[in-house]
T-cell receptor, first 113, second 109 residues
Framework: DGGITQSPKYLFRKEGQNVTLSCEQN?????MYWYRQDPGQGLRLIYYSQIVNDFQKGDIAEGYSVSREKKESFPLTVTSAQKNPTAFYLC????????????FGPGTRLLVL | GQQVMQIPQYQHVQEGEDFTTYCNSSTTLSNIQWYKQRPGGHPVFLIQ?????EVKKQKRLTFQFGEAKKNSSLHITATQTTDVGTYFCALDAGNMLTFGGGTRLMVKP
């Protein structure tokens, strides 16, 4: 059963705390992406990775960090520098980087306590 | 840079009415994709258009790519409550996909 999984579904963060969102895919896709979605809004690109051990900043990378040590995994860390982290975070992957069709995970809702 | 405008931002319709969302680009596109996100869900790929003037249908959904490849539309005939959600266009911008702001469709039964 192929697809993209994200965990947890809901995540609570305390002030000043770093939290890490998990994203795993077994589609053998080279490219992976992280988006942020605020209520009633569109998708904003945080980071993307075209290949293992490589990643690039998107439009709103400040306050976030990523790693891509394995092809299957692209975790996102929301750092304490991100002052307004409450949002819906979506991970996606595509076979290759660029304008390929993207497949999305179910998302993680992050709430600040 | 690439400008993507998707209109309208919101649309309320009575069940059975038609619905259309438009996606406009400031530059000529190589292709355009459409996605649907149900409330509380994640975006799901619907279709890709590549050719100038291309029209594709999926049951009650009709997708069209403009002759100049700068705009696209998604038309739903006789909406149903299952059509509720946000429809996003996505287009190439510097060899990356850029998503439009989406059109949120609400259907009154």
């Amino acid at each position: 059963d192929g697809g993209i999984t994200q965990s947890p579904k809901y995540l609570f963060r305390k002030e000043g705390q770093n939290v890490t969102l998990s994203c795993e895919q077994n589609l053998n896709h080279d490219a992976m992406y992280w988006y942020r979605q605020d209520p009633g809004q569109g998708l904003r690109l945080i980071y993307y990775s075209q290949i293992v051990n490589d990643f690039q900043k998107g439009d709103i990378a400040e306050g976030y960090s990523v790693s891509r040590e394995k092809k299957e995994s692209f975790p996102l860390t929301v750092t304490s520098a991100q002052k307004n982290p409450t949002a819906f975070y979506l991970c996606a992957s595509s076979k290759l980087a660029g304008i390929e069709t993207q497949y999305f995970g179910p998302g993680t809702r992050l709430l600040v306590l | 840079g690439q400008q993507v405008m998707q209109i309208p931002q919101y649309q309320h319709v009575q069940e059975g009415e038609d619905f259309t969302t438009y996606c406009n680009s400031s530059t000529t596109l190589s292709n355009i994709q459409w996605y649907k996100q149900r409330p509380g869900g994640h975006p799901v790929f619907l279709i890709q258009l590549v050719k100038s003037g291309e029209v594709k249908k999926q049951k009650r959904l009709t997708f069209q790519f403009g002759e100049a490849k700068k705009n696209s539309s998604l038309h739903i005939t006789a909406t149903q409550t299952t059509d509720v959600g946000t429809y996003f266009c996505a287009l190439d911008a510097g060899n990356m996909l850029t998503f439009g702001g989406g059109t949120r469709l609400m259907v009154k039964p």
